[in-house]
Structure formats: structure tokens, C-alpha cells
């Protein structure tokens, strides 16, 4: 196996099929993956160690380890667990490779808005989807005679009414501790206030003032 380039960028998941159930196999060859430590990605390398001569490392500052640890040679780990955000920079390195062949080979339980295509390769198989959640306390609202917000200045607007009536200890709640979560949060955010992130260009164009 060539180690340099890594065998894959992103974890087959068979969650959800029946071939999650039990391990097809025995497997002989020394794997190791790096991927950030949420339950879900112990669901998965759980479910890979059945098979053997597997090791996982769970650590949530996966996102700062892969790039060096990815350039070595050979590389520490055959398996990386990405994202959407952290799958750049291994790209940029040249640092995985392609896995038509594998998923030619292997992935006929996958679907096809799992193969995630770069250049018309694909690079990395989602395992899973990230959804979020904007919610209220209709009970609140009904009582302060708020209606549902259809923006973000509307939101920030009840948030104010509710502060003012005192009913909670904080009107209004996210993800925005420093870092990856108020950086999620941005992306998110940043289009509802009439924001694009990119100029005709190409040059990034958070610099605004929908992005202030």
C-alpha cells in the first residue's frame, strides 16, 4: 500500500443497511484512522474494529493533526475523517487520493449523493449529515403576542421583547463560542442578512456589511 497518498478521505458508513450488522469479513492488513471524536464517528470505527486490525483515534482537534500528520511518509494514518471545511487543505497537499476504484469495487450499498465529487472524483463518502435546528418557545410567543420571525432581524427583534418581559434568564441562545462553532454559525447566518461569500472574482467578500 502506498502510504504517502491515503487509501481513503472518508469513511464508508453502512449504517442504515443490513451489512451494519456484522463485519463481512476478516481483515489482515493494519488500518488507522483520525477522525474528530463525536459519538458518531465512534459508532462507525466501533463498527470497523469488528472486522480487526483496526485503530481509531477520536480527537476533536483532528482538524489540526491531519494536515502534518497526513504529509508524513509514510503517513501516520490510512483513514481520515473529514468535512465539508477540513477536507481543503488535504486536498490542496495532494495528500488522498481518489476512491472510484474502491467504491467501483466495495460501494454498492452507497448512494450516489454520498460520493462527494471533486473535479468529477470522488474524494471522500459522506457517513452522515449535519442538520440544524432553529427553535422558539411557542408558548412564549403566544403569550407576549409575538408572531414567528421570517428573519433575523425579526428574531433578534423577539429576542428583545422577550428579555424585556424577563420571562427567561436569556432570550435568546447559539453555538457561538470562539472558533469552529461561531465560524459555523457566521456561514450560516451570513446569507439571511443578503450576504455572498464571493465576489465575480472569486476574491471572498465577507468584508461587508451584511458580513459586520
Request: proline letters at 4%.
Amino acid at each position: 500500500m502506498y502510504l504517502k497518498k491515503l487509501a481513503l478521505a472518508g469513511v464508508v458508513s453502512l449504517m442504515g443497511t443490513s451489512a451494519f450488522a456484522a463485519c463481512a469479513y476478516e481483515n489482515d492488513v493494519p488500518l488507522k484512522s483520525l477522525s474528530a471524536g463525536f459519538e458518531a464517528w465512534k459508532a462507525v470505527t466501533d463498527a470497523m474494529a469488528e472486522c480487526g486490525n483496526f485503530q481509531a483515534e477520536l480527537d476533536q482537534e483532528f482538524r489540526t493533526k491531519q494536515p502534518a500528520a497526513f504529509e508524513a511518509n509514510p503517513s501516520l494514518y490510512h483513514i481520515g475523517g473529514v468535512s465539508n471545511g477540513t477536507v481543503t487543505p488535504l486536498l490542496n497537499a495532494g495528500t488522498i487520493r481518489p476512491l472510484d476504484d474502491l467504491v467501483a469495487k466495495y460501494g454498492q450499498n452507497l448512494s450516489p449523493n454520498q460520493l462527494i465529487k471533486v473535479d468529477g472524483k470522488t474524494m471522500a463518502i459522506a457517513m452522515m449529515v449535519n442538520t440544524q435546528h432553529l427553535m422558539y418557545r411557542e408558548d412564549i410567543f403566544a403569550d407576549l403576542g409575538i408572531a414567528t420571525p421570517t428573519s433575523w432581524d425579526e428574531v433578534f427583534a423577539a429576542a428583545e421583547k422577550i428579555k424585556a418581559a424577563g420571562v427567561v434568564d436569556h432570550a435568546i441562545g447559539a453555538t457561538m463560542k470562539s472558533g469552529w462553532n461561531l465560524a459555523q454559525e457566521f456561514v450560516n447566518m451570513y446569507p439571511g442578512f443578503g450576504g455572498a461569500f464571493f465576489n465575480a472574482d472569486n476574491t471572498t467578500a465577507v468584508n461587508s456589511d451584511a458580513g459586520v
